[in-house]
């Protein structure tokens, strides 16, 4: 006889998942109307607020200021290009690399969702044509991936180049093809953007030869590496950016004048570098002593062993510790309206000091917030399924 | 071919410090070309501290190493050459867990040796048919057994064509039932005339290709001699009693 039973089939229903483990028991039933009460409590306030009292104008009125800040309107051009250049490249490495994933292919459609803000008519053809530069780029990559490939690396190595060379004009004169536009003139979400991709890109290369540099057998090296990491470390990001704004020209030659934007991205690269060098060193001493003698018994100079074999373990240990760096790069950027600049921040201040908006502080900082927030966390959802793809922890 | 020219590792008097431990006390140790030699002895005794020195993993304090016409001394270009020439097998296995079974084998002849991709990956496949695993090319090195790893080691250290091939403890991290399977391919490496060092205590293997086995116990060489010598009729009392504690299970 076969005594074997079927498996128990969970026939699963909201009714059903609500009963096991909502009103399970007293308690439980007591803790979710609890629980539900605090959350109507605290939304309720805050939908109120959001749908009925909130004056969003502020915010409509001023979306060109906070993304842009204020760059000539003549010139917006450009910035489109830059960042059709970008997505364009996006839209390539997902079709080569994720090329089955229906979902990144969706993260393409995005401009065309913020087509639905009121941006106003020619952004909107903007966004669209984004859009379409987006997916084209996804359906070569997806055909041509083979031959794609080099091509996109070298296209994300000189991306943030152009980017910055398409913003800051090529023509002193004013008539010209591309007229520079003054740093002064870069704000908003544009200037956020900058500052960490600067910051970032600079700091990375920077703290790796930092953390190196600690472990160096070399005694000048490492007092050196040793010194700049823990005194960067020991003060405050705004202290240093008030050095780079006020005291560094003290220090510069008369004729010299670094541009207070460059001072800026200067301040949160080394600021950032001596931060990642720690992080760095710790991805380094988890990988065993056996790993270099390996290299080294192989004939590997101490160079080839690092660059082969020890970094590229150390830092795929790292990824979540580095892109949570990133992250707070991006956030701390923010600081630079103290000094002021006009990044996402710095603008909004001056957003809430026009006489036609004034006190409308909630509005400005709960949009920021939430820029802030969906580029935060999509930095944060991409270094995850980075590193499923790589395979940290299984191999 | 004069006596000198034959020989390939000449060790004399070579001490070794860890602070105040005295680990190597004199050695002194000539190899010949294409001789396997068999080291042994208890834990403690030096014989890994020896054999990691002849490719400069551990420094010397006093007296010569020389290796294929090199001193081994401070000079860095002088130490790499002679890391070119030495192959090294790891108790541990040491493969690069990042990289394939493939990008592990190519990745020292492509960067110290400057051979084109496409050589070195002949050159890769043919081994690890050698060693028996050339289906595994594009796995992961945690994808293999021990004693599949320990394999893929082996041929990563030959594609660098060394002349001397030095194993520390190749088989002590690996699973009984696949100690076999790297002793088959180190037996077929010393048949094929391979000069080769070996830290050991797989007494089935020196007997089968040792030319010469050396005991080590408190940094010195007790003993050396033929292996019908050293299991039939060793001189020392220690080398005795050492041999019947490994042989007696």
């Known amino acids: 006889m076969d005594s074997t039973l079927p498996p128990l089939t969970e026939r699963s229903s909201i009714l059903r998942w609500m009963r096991q483990n909502l009103f399970g028991s007293w308690l439980d ?15 309720k306030g805050f939908l109120t607020w959001a749908l009925t009292v909130a004056e969003w104008e502020v915010v409509s009125a001023n979306l060109r200021l906070l993304i842009i800040g204020q760059y000539p ?20 490495s997902l079709g080569i690399w994720a090329r089955d994933s229906k979902f990144y292919a969706a993260l393409l459609l995005a401009p065309a969702l913020l087509a639905a803000l009121p941006f106003g008519e020619e952004p909107r053809k903007w966004l669209i044509a984004l859009t379409l530069t987006g997916l084209i780029g996804w359906g070569l990559g997806r055909a041509r991936p083979e031959v794609l490939k080099r091509s996109v690396i070298t296209g994300w190595v000189i991306a943030l180049p152009i980017f910055i060379l398409l913003t800051n004009g090529l023509s002193e004169s004013e008539i010209g093809f591309m007229p520079v536009v003054k740093t002064n003139l870069w704000g908003g979400l544009l200037l956020t953007f900058l500052l960490t991709a600067v910051g970032i890109l600079f700091s990375f290369p920077l703290g790796v030869l930092l953390a190196l540099g600690r472990r160096s057998q070399l005694p000048v090296v490492r007092l050196a590496s040793v010194a700049y990491i823990e005194l960067v470390r020991g003060v405050p990001l705004i202290t240093i950016l008030f050095m780079a704004q006020l005291m560094l020209p003290l220090f510069l030659p008369d004729n010299l004048t670094l541009d207070r934007v460059l001072r800026a991205m200067v301040g949160v690269t080394l600021f950032s570098a001596a931060y990642l060098a720690e992080n760095v060193r710790g991805g380094l001493q988890a990988i065993s002593h056996g790993q270099y003698e390996a290299g080294y018994a192989l004939g590997l100079s101490g160079a080839q062993t690092m660059a082969f074999i020890i970094l590229p373990q150390a830092l795929r240990l790292i990824i979540p510790i ?34 036609d908006f004034l006190g409308l502080q909630r509005e400005v900082y709960v949009f920021v917030s939430l820029i802030y927030w969906v580029l935060s966390y999509g930095m944060s959802y991409l270094s995850q399924r980075l590193e499923e793809s790589l395979g940290v922890g299984k191999r | 071919m004069s006596e000198a020219d034959d020989t390939i590792i000449s060790v004399r008097d070579m001490h070794k410090w860890y602070g105040n431990f005295h680990a190597l006390k004199g050695i002194n140790m000539e190899v010949k070309k294409k001789e396997v030699i068999v080291i042994f002895g208890p834990s403690g005794s030096g014989k890994s501290t020896f054999i990691r020195a002849i490719n400069r993993l551990e420094e010397h304090q006093r007296g010569e190493i020389i290796v294929d016409g090199i001193t081994l001394g401070h000079d860095v270009r002088d130490i790499e050459q002679v890391r070119m020439e030495t192959g090294m097998v790891f108790q541990q296995f040491n493969l690069f867990p990042h990289l394939t079974v493939m990008q592990n ?64 403890e190749p088989t002590s991290a690996l699973d009984p039932e696949m100690i076999k399977e790297v002793l088959d391919v180190m037996v077929e490496l010393a048949r094929s005339g391979m000069t080769m060092l070996v830290v050991t205590h797989e007494m089935g293997f020196a007997r089968a290709v040792a030319d010469r086995m050396f005991f080590f116990d408190q940094g010195e060489i007790v003993e050396s001699g033929t292996p019908e010598k ?12 050492f041999l019947s504690q490994i042989l007696s299970h």
Do not use: C
Request: no cysteine; hydrophobic share 50%; net charge positive.
């Open chain 1, 322 to 355: 580095l892109v949570g760096q990133f992250i707070a790069v991006f956030k701390d950027t923010a600081l630079v309206a103290i000094v002021g600049l006009f990044d996402l921040v710095g603008i909004a201040k001056t957003v809430l000091a026009q006489p």
């Open chain 2, 105 to 168: 084998i190519v990745l020292a002849p492509i960067q110290v040796r400057k051979w084109t991709k496409q050589k070195a990956e002949e050159t890769a496949m043919q081994l690890l048919e050698r060693v028996g695993i050339p289906e595994q090319a594009h796995k992961y090195p945690g994808q293999l057994s021990g004693g599949q790893q320990q394999r893929v080691a082996i041929a990563r250290a030959l594609a660098m064509q060394p002349k001397i091939m030095l194993f520390d």
């Open chain 1, 73 to 92: 309107l003549a010139q917006a051009w450009r910035l489109w290009m830059g960042l059709g250049f970008l997505i364009f490249l996006s839209g390539n």
């Open chain 1, 29 to 43: 039933t007591l803790l979710t109307l609890l629980g539900s009460l605090i959350v109507y409590w605290a939304l």
């Open chain 2, 230 to 241: 050293i299991f039939d009729d060793p001189n020392e009392e220690r080398t005795k009693l």
